[in-house]
């Protein structure tokens, strides 16, 4: 992997706990960045790319097989929330039923989230779940951005147009990137939208274009 200059000291991040519900998450305090998806979007990968550590966030060739929170401590004051997959698990519908409330327990009531990364497949963008996400972010006053992963899968163009496809159909405010951990595309833009988050929560990029 390779190296990109941070102002947070990312690569520094490790497992702080799993939560199955609120009110086993860490204390509600400085700030948090959780990373949200439909099942095998690639939300583990960009994460491990992120933090340049290969294991942190687990992956797996199941998709939907995380069914808890899970907190990284990046600082003190700092956190990085992998919230559960959504979508193609193969778990009992009740199981799946608790499994979301619980997401949107996290979302509703957590004071400490600064913002929203919103991982989608760039080959298969704004599905069912990623427009409710959109709804909900807009409802709770907390900012998104769209990661479109696996963006390795497409030509340059092709991943432009798609972007700026996205672009012309989610809210003003929410900025959008290609993403690819395979191929080390968009860390340097994805750092850049956390990094404005933690330092200035009021603020989102505009940057979306270049991929470096």
């Not at 491990?48 to 060739?61: E, F, G, I, P, V």
């Not at 401590?73 to 193969?90: C, Q, W």
């Not at 006053?141 to 899968?153: C, M, S």
């Amino acid at each position: 992997m390779s190296k990109v200059r941070s102002n947070l000291p990312l690569d520094q991040a490790i497992f702080l706990k799993s939560a199955s519900k609120l009110s086993q998450c860490p204390l509600d305090v400085g700030s948090e960045v959780a990373f949200c998806g439909r099942s095998n979007a690639g939300k583990s990968s960009a994460i491990n790319y992120l933090t340049d550590q290969r294991k942190l966030a687990r992956t797996s060739k199941t998709p939907g097989r995380t069914q808890l929170i899970n907190f990284f401590t990046v600082t003190d004051s700092f956190r990085i929330v992998d919230l559960p997959g959504y979508g193609y698990a193969k778990v009992p519908e009740a199981i799946k039923k608790e499994w979301h409330r619980n997401i949107d327990e996290y979302l509703q009531n957590r004071q400490s989230i600064k913002g929203l990364v919103l991982v989608m497949d760039i080959r298969h963008p704004l599905k069912e779940f990623d427009l409710m996400m959109l709804e909900w972010s807009g409802t709770a006053e907390v900012p998104i951005h769209i990661l479109l992963t696996k963006a390795d899968k497409f030509k340059r163009g092709a991943q432009q147009a798609t972007m700026f496809s996205v672009k012309k159909q989610v809210p003003k405010n929410v900025s959008v990137q290609v993403f690819s951990a395979q191929a080390e595309i968009g860390k340097k833009i994805l750092m850049k939208q956390i990094e404005t988050w933690v330092d200035e929560p009021e603020e989102t990029t505009t940057e979306t274009i270049d991929p470096a």
